[in-house]
């Protein structure tokens, strides 16, 4: 299995409050991405990166800013977290060549009440 | 943008051959990949289609035609442990993968 970790697993929070997500990863992969997964609507890209301190937005990024300060952490942290922001969210990793496959965490479920 | 279409559920029996369909529109395309989740667990890599024709590995086989804008996933021999959620993906550069919903495969014995 790749060596990627989540934490926390589970987290309950009140609205209104900062949270963040870690994901670390001990396979040296350059791209990692947080995604988020709501019934019906599949995997939706929050943000991804592409190496330290680069990152860029994905198509469900408002309310959430990423910090990728070495290659093993990603970080997603909701700024004022809100109610529409329960679910479950996973990382992922992918590293060079052709065969994109992705490598993902074991999720975060994020309640927000 | 990009946007997947697939089907919502499957349903098939223990031993059966089943296809699940995958269309999709993108300003740039690399490849079209797949990845099966079961319920309660993370997606995991199933396969990776960057050229037109069919990538088989072990009862899984892909499909791509890049002029269609069209792929599929067929499961043959089905098990029950096959019962989980699939989903396509393409990657449009960068590396960042755009998924579609997810079609719902339940295997009857």
């Known amino acids: 299995d790749a060596g990627i970790t989540q934490s926390p697993r589970h987290k309950v929070t009140e609205t209104g409050t900062p949270v963040t997500l870690r994901c670390h990863q001990t396979?040296?992969?350059?791209?990692m991405y947080w995604y988020r997964q709501d019934p019906g609507h599949g995997l939706r890209l929050i943000h991804y990166?592409?190496?330290?301190?680069?990152?860029d937005k994905g198509e469900v990024s408002d309310g959430y800013s990423v910090s990728r300060s070495k290659t093993e952490d990603f970080l997603l942290t909701l700024e004022s977290a809100t109610s529409s922001q329960t679910s479950v969210y996973f990382c992922?990793?992918?590293?060079?060549?052709?065969?994109?496959?992705?490598?993902f965490g074991q999720g975060t479920r994020l309640t927000v009440v | 943008g990009q946007s997947l279409e697939q089907p919502s559920e499957v349903t098939a029996v223990e031993g059966a051959i089943v296809q699940i369909n995958c269309t999709y529109q993108?300003?740039?395309?690399?490849?079209l990949s797949w990845y099966q989740q079961h319920d309660g667990g993370a997606p995991t890599f199933l396969s990776y289609?960057?050229?037109?024709g069919l990538e088989e590995t072990g009862r899984f086989s892909s499909f791509l035609s890049r002029s269609d804008s069209y792929g599929y996933l067929l499961l043959q021999e089905l098990q029950m442990k096959d019962s989980a959620s699939y989903f396509c993906?393409?990657?449009?550069?960068?590396?960042?993968?755009?998924f579609g919903s997810g079609t719902r495969l339940q295997v009857q014995p």
């Open positions: 992922a990793i992918s590293g060079q060549g052709q065969n994109t496959e992705a490598f």
């Open positions: 993108t300003s740039g395309f690399y490849g």
């Open positions: 289609n960057a050229l037109d």
């Open positions: 993906a393409v990657n449009e550069g960068r590396r960042a993968l755009t």
């Open positions: 396979e040296n992969h350059r791209y």
């Open positions: 990166s592409y190496g330290v301190k680069d990152t």
